[in-house]
């Protein structure tokens, strides 16, 4: 960065930052509630599908969903262990929020996150048996695989990298749901999962979060996104809709 630009300018024009040591206190604030949005909502997910392993039909489904929660765990570690550089207390975030904690199915709270922590709200929503959990596991992983593309870019340089080590890994979760989701249409009627799509679908597209965001500017002016939610919605709506009627499911 030169020495006349201000860190403002130098963001602005898609300069990165590396260290806590040179992060103004606004953007230090923006980076937290993402990493602590990724995270939560990491662990919540873990938390909810860990509850659900032992539903498995059978042996290799219950390795590979206990795989999945293994890995979506070690994923928020990576990036807790960039806040806790920032002064997180890592050593007790674990343990201090009910991760299990979920609303009643019915419930209906759009993006709106509970107090409890910042998980997204789609994460408050219980699962609804084995064949409900890998449908979720599908739609969700196309979501987070296109988050995704977008949080590699953040301007701080240790959680860019962090979640460019993520990515890979949370395609193969998506990868794994889909494959789930065709062995289950073998011996399961298209409905029971059509059923699945249609109560998750529309939960799922509020984790892109309002079309319009008042914050939109200044998030862009940090180097802290990229791209609007809307343009995410479209893309995971358009390879989610592709997905799924591959399978012989819809969207709509």
Known sequence: MADDMSIENYLAQG?????????????RGELM?????????????????ADIINEGPGIKERIA???IVLEKTDNADKVLSIMG?????????????????????DADIGT????????????????????????????????????LTE???VSYQPLAEAF????????????LAEEGVAKLLETEESTTLQASVNYWMPRVAASFGAAESTKAEMLAAMGLR?????TLKARWSAETGACLEKLGLSAA
């Not at 910042?118 to 992983?141: E, H, I, K, Q, T």
């Not at 460019?164 to 990868?175: G, K, L, T, Y």
């Not at 990229?226 to 809307?230: I, P």
Request: charged residues 20%; glycine residues 6%; contains cysteine.
């Open 15 to 27: 300069g990165v930052l590396t260290n806590p040591s040179n992060v103004p206190p606004r953007y």
């Open 33 to 49: 509630k993402l990493m602590a949005s990724f995270v939560d909502s990491s662990l919540a997910g873990a938390a909810g599908f």
């Open 65 to 67: 969903a206990a795989r």
């Open 164 to 175: 460019r080590a993520i990515q890979p890994v949370e395609r193969h979760h998506a990868e």
């Open 151 to 153: 949080l590699c870019r």
């Open 226 to 230: 990229h791209e609007s939610n809307a």
């Open 85 to 105: 550089e920032f002064g997180a207390d890592t050593a007790r975030y674990a343990t201090h929020h009910p991760w299990t904690a979920r609303l009643a199915r």
């Open 112 to 147: 709106t996150r509970t107090e409890q922590d910042m998980r997204l709200a789609v994460f408050n929503y219980p699962l609804a048996g084995w064949s409900d959990a890998v449908v979720m596991n599908l739609l969700m992983g196309r979501a987070v695989t296109v988050q």
